[in-house]
């Protein structure tokens, strides 16, 4: 799941961003609010984690900005206001939920994880294809209940390729999707994975459409 940070409180941002990384999440941190407003556009994020109290341009502004050209991105507001009236300001300019500071990283992922849920629809937390099954909030897969060991990208992969079942993806789509601006991704990485998850999951567990992408496979 792809994030992008908007949030000047250097202590903030990069606990942000250093926290929802270890949890499986690939995190882009801008700190302004006229960064933000263009920035939304610089990858295919899955949702926004947005301070209100933002220099350049305020996060109200830049999320009515957002809404009214169309972006529908799940929007996550983080604010210092514990009034009423700005949470009120906040859902009624277009965000999905709110957190007030202080806040703990746990419940953040949490709510991204729902967010992201609800947006696509899916009813039950636990992604599940075939024999395979992952838990994202503890980051764990099993194939027939047994646990399998993955690396924090082959989870992530495994992930994406779960959320879009029935979906052909290229190889651009995942490198996106799987990477922040901080990290290169090689040129073999994303067939690497592939392998792996083949390796540990079964060999039709992900089908490779040639010249398109990968899939998942038919239904054990």
């Known amino acids: 799941m792809r994030v992008l940070i908007i949030e000047d409180d250097e202590l903030i941002g990069d606990g942000l961003q250093a926290g929802l990384s270890a949890l499986g999440f690939a995190c882009d941190w801008l700190r302004d609010g006229k960064q933000g407003l ?32 169309g972006r529908s991105e799940p929007v ?59 838990d994202p909030a503890a980051r764990r897969a099993t194939l027939d209940g047994a646990a399998v060991e993955l690396s924090a990208r082959e989870l992530a992969l495994l992930e994406l390729l779960l959320g879009n079942k029935g979906r052909v993806l290229r190889r651009e789509q995942i490198e996106e999707k799987l990477y922040d601006w901080a990290h290169e991704v090689e040129s073999n990485a994303i067939e690497v994975h592939v392998h792996h998850l083949r390796k540990k999951l079964g060999s039709d567990f992900i089908k490779t459409r040639r010249g398109i992408g990968y899939t998942l496979g038919d239904e054990a």
Not at 78 to 93: E, H, P, W
């Open 38 to 69: 263009a920035g939304i556009g610089a990858a295919p994020y899955d949702a926004v984690v947005l301070d209100l109290g933002l220099p350049g341009m305020d996060g109200l502004a830049v999320l009515a900005a957002w809404r009214r050209s």
């Open 76 to 134: 996550l507001l983080l604010t210092a206001r514990d009034a009423v009236d700005d949470r009120i300001r906040g859902l009624d300019s277009g965000a999905d939920d709110y957190l007030v500071k202080p806040f703990a990283l746990g419940e953040v992922a949490a709510r991204l994880r729902a967010l992201v849920r609800r947006r696509s629809g899916q009813s039950t937390p636990l992604l599940q294809h075939g024999r395979v099954s992952f």
